[in-house]
DNA sequence: TCACTCGTTGTTAGCGTTAACACGACTTGA
DNA sequence: TCAAGTCGTGTTAACGCTAACAACGAGTGA
């Protein structure tokens, strides 16, 4: 399969010489050119597949000056979120034709965002996508001067890049509502970290849902998406005797809630009804099973891709926002509030 | 910042030209020469300074077939375990120097893997990381012509690839050996899919545990790594009376197991002691938290890549294995057996 | 018949870098 | 003092591709 060792591998010169014409000709076979006679093509063809020849995508890219290749930034890509938005786009990018290279950052200060640009902008990427979804992430990128076509993923409003990103406030309401219309007198909350942009939407739509129906809205109890910080949010929770449902702002911290209610011998949800946000592959086995709101992290990918590749080929230059309804999940951790609590 | 619009980007000529030298004694500053008189030198740099001169890679990768970049191909990474081996490559890559482009594979026939390293190839990476989790994908990667330096993750023995992979055998010898030092009888296990070497090598240290003690092993119920078939696992063992001890092979299966014991009010570890495998960030919370075996993916990760870049830098030819070994995490879901049972 | 167009192919000149070699100015040792 | 290094630098030629233009024969309309 042309690889016999100890050979230097084909270049377009050698499949001229064999299918006796000239490179030029292969370069117009491979690129798809009109103007070449079917015999011809047939002939290059076969001598393409006979030295097993490929194209040399490094120079063509010197002299194209695009590489094809996509440069992704995110944060923590161990996280079920990010991970999965990476894995839409990822899937997105590869079947639009362009490579992805990818620059995980361990924190998302403004440098890294910069810093992890400067690199992907090195290596020659023809656009990036960041997923910034810390308000410091979000605002690096509005300030800095973009040489290269961005798009965010859940990146706020400043600046001139594009946005996709998956509605939060609606999410946030979702699951309000959800527990009003339950008979719920009000809704206590577990936020995400405060400079986090889908925490702030969960609070303003958690806090819009509770004003519409004209309840009062408790403090919220701040956690950093952690089960941990949800178990130790949990604990608080189960001491006041006045909380009957709790809006908590992902599945993990959830998980956590419910663990300190069990340990407190609060039922869920007997005594509190509890819904989470995400809907990672684990929350249906959660005790009880977890109502929650899901997330379509495959298509914010998508999608982001779609945006990122308009703007490439078909140059245009206005910027774009596009936003993903979130989904609505019941299960087995909500219900009407206890008579006597 | 050099990004006056519609100027081009400066190249190493205009450095050249603005320092009064030769391109190539920018050059040979910039690739740390040691002919190069330190005024030249300083002179070259802030030339480069002042024009915001950033080096072509393309145009190096041409001339020095060496791009600089390696790929990764993995499956599935929103998956924990293939998430957090990325990203422990990704973070050794950089840290080296080189960047990282990735391949997700949905299903990981041997077409796939073939497909991926072809493209790979084809955008011209020096070296390919393959996380090969499946017996087919370790085979597949085996009898490939490997025309790249490549390192399997969970590779499996064959072939002339060099592998880093948890010690999966020891890791269920852990989990066996702890349950039955408590005192268990013997230990049911739920096994991952049968074409996964990860779950081969759970089951056979569960096994050897169990046999070295002298012990019957009951037939193994199969899961496919999800929490549902944990669940359906689950409900199956809660009907057999005799069970006191079960080894799941990851902590999402063991997640289903807890959840159909808790429907079906068998108490944990009360009634049945369960061990997981994986140590995801959910299992210290599970109900009841899980004591279980973690993984090192971090350390993987970055073992492939100095395996990877030993080869390529010092033209290492041997074929490495790297074990990493596996840990125990004790918490509340292993007891003593109950008297009676 | 001639001027013109069109389809097909070849030739030449880059893209921006590094490698290889050339060359003069110094040093060094006999 | 001269042959033989070193050092610092410049010149030229690739790397493998596409873009731009040139060339040529065949068809077309006047």
Same sequence: chains 1, 2.
């Avoid at 079917?38 to 695009?66: C, F, H, M, P």
């Avoid at 889908?198 to 809205?217: C, D, S, T």
């Avoid at 869920?268 to 997330?295: H, W």
């Amino acid at each position: 399969m042309g690889s016999r060792l100890g050979r230097r591998l084909p270049v377009m010169a050698d499949v001229a010489r064999e299918a006796g014409v000239s490179h030029q000709t292969v370069s117009r076979v491979l690129n798809d050119h009109p103007n070449v006679r079917s015999e011809t093509r047939a002939r290059v063809l076969q001598a393409i597949d006979k030295l097993g020849y490929r194209r040399n995508l490094v120079a063509r890219a010197l002299v194209t000056k695009r590489s094809r290749t996509l440069g992704v930034v995110s944060f923590d890509t161990t996280l079920y979120g990010p991970a999965s938005t990476v894995y839409g786009i990822e899937q997105a990018a590869r079947s639009a034709g362009y490579f992805v290279s990818i620059v995980s950052l361990k924190s998302i200060d403004p440098a890294g965002v910069r810093d992890a640009l400067d690199y992907l902008a090195d290596q020659g990427v023809d656009g990036v996508v960041v997923v910034a979804p810390q308000r410091s992430a979000a605002r690096a990128l509005a300030d800095l001067p973009l040489a290269i076509p961005t798009v965010a993923v859940e990146g706020g409003q400043a600046g001139e890049v594009s946005v996709v990103s998956v509605d939060q406030v609606a999410g946030g309401r979702l699951a309000t509502e959800h527990l009003l219309s339950l008979g719920h007198e009000t809704v206590w909350h577990v936020s995400g970290p405060s400079d986090w942009l889908e925490a702030e939407g969960r609070v303003a739509g958690w806090r819009a849902a509770l004003e519409q129906a004209g309840r009062e809205a408790p403090q919220p109890l701040a956690g950093d998406w952690s089960p941990r910080s949800g178990y130790e949010a949990g604990r608080s929770l189960a001491r006041m005797t006045d909380v009957t449902a709790v809006f908590v702002a992902n599945d993990q911290m959830a998980l956590g809630v419910l663990r300190a209610f069990t340990e407190q011998g609060v039922s869920v949800p007997g005594q509190v009804s509890v819904v989470g946000f995400d809907d990672i592959p684990e929350s249906a086995y959660f005790s009880p099973p977890l109502t929650t709101i899901s997330q379509d992290f495959d298509a914010v990918g998508r999608h982001s891709i779609e945006v990122l590749v308009r703007r490439l080929e078909d140059g245009l230059q206005e910027r774009e926002r596009l936003v993903v309804p979130p989904a609505f999940v019941r299960r087995a951790s909500t219900a009407r509030p206890p008579e006597g609590r």
